[in-house]
C-alpha cells in the first residue's frame, strides 16, 4: 500500500472513530477540529508503518497517540476529561475491529482489507454510536432544564442537572442554591468583576470576597458546602436580578464553581 493511501485511509476511519466517540461523550464536535484529530492519527499510522509494531515501546507510543488525538479533536478541558475521552475512543476503535472481524472473518482482519469494509464498518459503528447517545438523551431529558438567569443589563441561559442529592441551601436565606461553573457564568458578569475574577479566581471563596470588597464590588456572600473530601468548602455566591426555569421564577442564590462537570449541563440544581 502507498503511503498516501494509507495515510487517506486510515484518517477517513479516524474521522468517524472520533465522531463516534464524541457522539458518545457528550463533546463538541467540530469537523474541523476532528479533521486535524483525524489527520494526526493518519500521520501516526504512517510512522508506525515506517517503525514496524514489534518494539516494546509501542504500548506507550500508542497510547501518547490517542490522547493527543482525542485533545486536537475536543480540546483539552481537564486530564482526566482527556483520558476517559481516550479510552473510549479505544473502545470504539475495538467495536470496528469486532465489527470487521464479524463481517470479513478474523483471517481478513489480520490479513488484506479494503478499504470499502474498513469504512462501511466504521460507518456502522459511528451510526450504532449515536443510537446509543440518543437514548442516552431520551433517558436523561427529564433530568435536565434550563435556567435563565439576568444580572442588570446581562442574561445567560444554563442548562442544570437536576440532582436530587443536591441539597445546598443558604443558611441565612433558606434559599435553594444553584451551583454554576465559573465558564458559564462569565457572560453574566460586568468587564470589573471577570477583572477580580480573573485575578483571585473562585476556589478560595473567602479570597473572592475580599477581592470584590477592595474593588467596591458588593452582593456577594459565603455559603459553606459539603463534598466527598472537603467538610468545611465554602463557595462565592450571589443574587441574580431574576432567576427562570423552564420560563418559572426560581427563588435560588447562584454559587460559583471552578470544578468541571460533565460536557452536557453547566449548573447543579437541587429539588425547589
Known sequence: ???????????????????????????PRHPGRIFLGAAAGGLASAALWFAGAASPAMPLFRA?????????????????????????????????????????????????LSFGMVFFSG??????????SQFRELRGASRTCGVTLTLGERSVT???????????????????????????????????????????????????????DRAGIRGFTL???????NADGLLAAFLPDTARQDGRPLPVL?????TELADDFDALLGTV
Not at 460507518?123 to 446509543?132: D, E, Y
Not at 443536591?166 to 470589573?192: E, G, I, K, Q, Y
Not at 455559603?223 to 473530601?229: A, M, S, Y
Open 1 to 27: 500500500m502507498y503511503l498516501d493511501v494509507l495515510f487517506a485511509a486510515d484518517t477517513a476511519v479516524n474521522a468517524l472513530l472520533l465522531a463516534a466517540c464524541g457522539r458518545l461523550t457528550g463533546a
Open 64 to 112: 501518547a497517540v490517542a490522547l493527543l488525538v482525542t485533545a486536537l479533536a475536543f480540546g483539552c478541558r481537564s486530564l482526566r476529561l482527556t483520558l476517559t475521552r481516550a479510552c473510549v475512543l479505544y473502545a470504539v476503535t475495538c467495536a470496528l475491529a469486532g465489527v470487521i472481524a464479524s463481517v470479513g472473518g478474523t483471517e481478513r482482519l489480520l490479513g488484506g
Open 123 to 132: 460507518l456502522a459503528v459511528c451510526l450504532f454510536a449515536s443510537l446509543v
Open 158 to 212: 444554563l442548562r442544570a442537572l437536576l440532582d436530587t442529592g443536591h441539597s445546598l441551601v443558604d443558611p441565612v436565606s433558606n434559599r435553594p442554591v444553584l451551583v454554576a461553573t465559573l465558564a458559564s457564568l462569565r457572560p453574566l458578569f460586568s468587564p470589573a468583576l471577570l477583572s477580580v475574577l480573573d485575578r483571585t479566581g473562585a476556589a478560595d471563596a473567602p479570597a473572592l470576597l475580599c477581592a470584590l
Open 223 to 229: 455559603v459553606p458546602c459539603r463534598t466527598v473530601g
Open 254 to 258: 447562584v454559587a460559583i464553581t471552578e
